[in-house]
């Protein structure tokens, strides 16, 4: 048996970057870039009005000037117009680029207007700016023509959608998704749609798998085997090689129907450790298909399945959808999805020398930090003490008591 840390470390030395696909912009929200994307010319590419009011030159206000002919009007989106009358003002709107021979824009609010028997208008100044360059966006006040807006490895969120969009950036390379088989074991499984049997249960850890592998970027199938050592032999391969990993559930600990490390291993995936020394979730298989997959057998009580995925399986999938995998020394803090620190808010006791990944509720605390505290669960069948819980503390194995106020690393699960 190995302890988490090993298993951590065996888990990510499996990491290998997924391959690059291209894909047009509003499909590719959510991925991860894989290639720099760099301004096309300065942000904002002109000096942009911030205000609708009128356009001016700051000296002639400054000089006490206090009204103004409106010379002509200028919306977003047309081509400026140069201020011929130097004692003059173009009426304008934000967004639009700042004409030739005007510096200063004034708001509407600070401005009275006449209109004279010519119908010419005029704006009055009822409050002087500040500064010259006033309610201006300068060009290249944001960034400048080659800068590095979104770095590669950078996942497309709504505002480097955005970015993307402005530089023109129509078609997009990124990591293509992981593609992930989740699978179920057990005779006393029946598919959701069915009225379970007083011995059986509705196959809900692998939707819970396949939710979760969808929210780390993967595209996932479901697929369900009775415990069967010739199903499993038949129906593993063509999951071994379509898939980048297979996630199983259920059947991998010492019971008299638990095939499934013994049928991998016949199926010719290398076994790199059976057993963590941890709580929920020893039973912990791990393996790799030569040149195929990399398999997660996962305990088949749902909270076991559950800490087991985002202790190991998450990080997994979010570090094959990056450019590069760094080689590090301690892959826990390294890996996307890996802890925060939280604040434990209660005593808590744990006897065992295992790594024991608690339940908790998480909030903000007064001064800013994360507090965890513990969720009554049920052992690691309890499903419902899921639904309450938003994370999960790892509390070492060198220690028995672990008071409130102590600091653990703490998973995210929402």
Not at 21 to 44: C, H, K, N, Q, V
Not at 150 to 160: I, M, S
Not at 271 to 294: D, I, L, S, Y
């Amino acid at each position: 048996m190995i302890s988490v840390e090993e298993a951590t470390r065996f888990v990510a030395a499996t990491v290998r970057p997924l391959s690059v696909e291209y894909l047009s912009l509003p499909l590719a929200a959510g991925r991860i870039l894989r290639e720099d994307l760099r301004a096309d010319r300065d942000f904002p590419p002109f000096n942009r009005v911030a205000m609708d009011g009128i356009a001016l030159r700051f000296a002639a206000v400054e000089a006490g000037q206090p009204e103004f002919r409106i010379e002509s009007t200028q919306f977003a989106g047309q081509p400026p117009t140069p201020l011929h009358d130097p004692e003059a003002a173009v009426e304008i709107m934000t967004g639009a680029a700042l004409p030739e021979g005007v510096d200063t824009v004034i708001r509407y609010e600070d401005l009275t207007f006449r209109t004279d028997a010519d119908g010419q208008r005029y704006a009055t100044v009822q409050a002087l700016p500040p500064r010259q360059g006033h309610n201006v966006h300068a060009r290249a006040a944001d960034r400048r023509q080659g800068d590095l807006l979104v770095p590669a490895g950078t996942r497309l969120e709504p505002a480097e959608v955005a970015v993307a969009a402005t530089i023109g950036a129509a078609t997009v390379a990124v990591t293509r998704r992981p593609r992930v088989a989740v699978v179920s074991t057990g005779d006393e499984l029946v598919p959701i749609t069915e009225q379970p049997a007083a011995h059986q249960i509705r196959r809900s850890n692998a939707l819970m798998l396949q939710a979760a592998a969808w929210q780390a970027g993967a595209e996932a199938e479901t697929f369900h085997f009775n415990d069967d050592p010739e199903a499993l032999r038949l129906g593993l391969p063509a999951l071994l090689e379509g898939f980048d990993a297979v996630i199983l559930s259920g059947g991998v600990s010492k019971g008299k129907a638990d095939f499934l490390p013994e049928t991998l291993r016949e199926l010719g995936v290398e076994q790199v450790f059976h057993e963590v020394q941890q709580r929920p979730g020893k039973p912990f298989w791990f393996g790799q298909q030569p040149g195929g997959a990399v398999v997660f057998a996962l305990p088949g009580n749902p909270v076991s399945t559950f800490v087991n995925f985002y202790r190991y399986a998450r990080p997994w999938l979010l570090a094959v959808q990056q450019p590069t995998i760094e080689a590090t020394d301690s892959p826990v803090t390294a890996w996307l999805g890996g802890p925060v620190s939280a604040v434990l808010t209660e005593d808590v006791q744990f006897k065992p020398r295992l790594t024991h990944f608690l339940l908790v509720s998480l909030e903000a605390g007064p001064d800013g930090s994360l507090l965890a505290t513990p969720e009554r669960a049920g052992g690691s069948g309890d499903m419902a003490s899921l639904l309450t819980s938003a994370g999960f503390l790892e509390l070492p194995p060198e220690q028995e008591l672990f008071p409130a106020g102590t600091v653990l690393p703490a998973w995210r699960c929402r």
